[in-house]
């Protein structure tokens, strides 16, 4: 498989399952939620400061339909999770010898 | 897992919020040996998928459920320094535009999903690689290991940081053994999406794998040292 058409089918699925399989998700407490609440400790939690997002518990608001709403959530967490990553790795990845220094090169064809 | 803010206390928060900001700066530096040009894009998709998997809770039982925490699977991947990184992007994009997760629980957050099961999933994963039979059909099942020890994992240290620091006096003995109990139970579904998903992508480009490229050198060698006899 080409590495395009495997980046592809990466980002396909990733892309699915964040705006479609999300929906039928299991909505029960998580494990340090149940415990929490067994425990007696869950009311401690507070609301996020950022409870007011638009797309706050992956639900996009102002859209009422939860499938929509839910899926459109997760497909612009996907695009926010590729950009952000894809620079972020770009900036931090070794860079080939020739264009280790583009500053220096730059400086030499002046 | 994410913990919501409140659970632990001030002075925890911060503990951990340092603690994970030197993990990242370390990962920072340690993530230029794993990463180049073919790898960049690979790591970037990871952190995606990752993020996307999350969203996905599975029943198990009792009125719970869990979802995949992925610092195994990112791990074995893109390698250790650079699923640090991968976790902590998905950790930051989830707590400030989905409010899943506290933001002055964000250290926490990261020191547990994105450095515990990073590094517990590592290490089981290195261990079996040293132990099995050195073949590339090997690495799905020890990565998938290295999931399923990783989650509990991070289950003990999360109720060590609530014995320190947490904001309600609770019975922890019966923190402890829930919370490991659950999370037992949850890492066998780790295992399973972890094992899955590896098990995929070696099947399909075994050297996009960080986990298996020793592996994939020794098959080569062996290969040359077959023709020259």
Redesign the interface.
Known sequence: ?S?RR??AV??L???L??GV??YY????????E???E????L?????????D?P????QTSGLDDARISGGL??V???V???V???V???L?????PDDAHPARSHESEA | ???????LDAPTSVATGVVAAAAVALS?RG???E???????????V???V???Q??????G??????LMGGALAAVLVGPW?AV??LS??LV???????????TALGTNIVLIGIVTVAVGWVVFVALRRVLPKRVGMVAPAAAVGALVSVPAA?LV?TAL?SVG???P??LD??LV??LG??T??GLGEAVVTGLVVASVVA??PD?VHGARPLLAERELELRTGITT
């Open positions: 498989m590495t495997f980046f990466a980002l699925v990733s892309l399952v964040a399989a999300s998700a299991s909505a029960h407490p998580d494990g340090l149940h415990v929490a067994q425990a007696g400790f009311h401690s939690a507070k609301d996020s400061a950022a409870a997002s797309l706050a518990d992956y959530a997760g612009i967490g996907v926010v999770m590729l952000l990553s894809t972020l790795f770009r931090v990845r070794r860079r080939a | 897992m994410h913990v919501p803010d409140g659970f920072l993530s230029r040996r990463l180049d040009d073919r790898t960049a894009p690979m790591a970037g998709l952190a995606t998928f993020f996307a998997a969203m996905i809770n599975f029943p198990v009792a009125g719970t459920s869990g979802h650079t990184l991968c992007v998905v994009v989830q707590s400030l535009l989905m409010a899943d997760g506290g933001i289950a999360f609530f947490g904001n309600v609770v019975d019966a923190v829930a919370m659950w999370h139970v949850i399909a480009r996009l």
